[in-house]
């Protein structure tokens, strides 16, 4: 067990709080304008971690915190009292919840195992219009024409994330040369995909309080870039959100997204590494419970 003194894990929590209060601060700001932002607020719609919850410090597991201050911590789940101070507890773990675990831990590793793909070009958004009177973010125009995504999707994809094609047209869906359901995401997955590694986000989140904050926030400053790069490869006008477009429909634009596709993919490799060993380690440590 690592032990932090209290102005140890003090500075810590604050300074969490202040690194995510600059993604929480404006779209909670937005919220009670109820305006919306086209990229940002992707990561609180599709993922379901609440900024408050993004907030709330934690030490994740293997750390005892000192201090008279460290007693509050026992009003919350998971929290136990130890020789040295207070820290988590072994996780208790439902049936359910630890097949859950299970499941992502042996889609983690088994993505990690695999070598990276860079050639998608980001073209599921493309799919997602292809063929359709109204695009799917309607507010936000498109930057090139209707003929043009369907001349660019007509050459095919080669999408290997479920939560990704599954949002394809109808007419899109069979130019990819896997049709992805939930059953075989495993099967496919691999450690380049934009969707894959931003979904570490939520495969992080899902291990709170026992994973540390700060492993979290990495994971969501992860996504946010991914999803800045996801709509800057978009077929959507993104320029009035200061963003400039990747054109993945040239040569010139398939090469720059491929070195960003990369480069987060860099990113991503020793992130999926550690929630890898602390899914590990939580399921072998953790207790039963009821379901």
Known sequence: MQVLSEIEWTEARELHERRVSAWTQPHLLRQSHHQRHPTEDFLWDYYSLRPSLLTRWSPGWGVILQGESALHYLNRDGFTRYAEGVGLGAPPLSPRRREGWSWTLSLLEVTASRQPQCACYALH?????????????????????QEQINDTLSRGTLCTHYDAFRFFTSAAAPLNPWQLDRSSQIEHEQPACL?????????????????????????????????????????????????????????????????????????????????????????????????
């Open 125 to 145: 958004e493309w799919a997602m219009v292809y063929r359709i009177p109204v695009p799917r973010h309607a507010q936000l125009p498109l930057r090139v024409s």
């Open 195 to 291: 969707h894959a590694n931003m979904d570490l986000y939520k495969w992080a989140y899902k291990l709170l309080p026992w994973i540390a904050s700060e492993v979290v926030a990495d994971a969501f400053a992860l996504a946010l870039d991914i999803r800045v790069l996801d709509m800057r490869a978009s077929p959507y006008d993104v320029t009035h959100l200061d963003l400039s477009p990747i054109r993945v429909e040239t040569p010139e634009g398939k090469e720059q997204f491929q070195q960003q596709q990369r480069l987060l993919a860099q990113r991503a490799a020793p992130l999926r590494l550690h929630l890898i060993q602390l899914y590990r380690e939580l399921l072998q440590v953790s207790t039963p419970s009821l379901p």
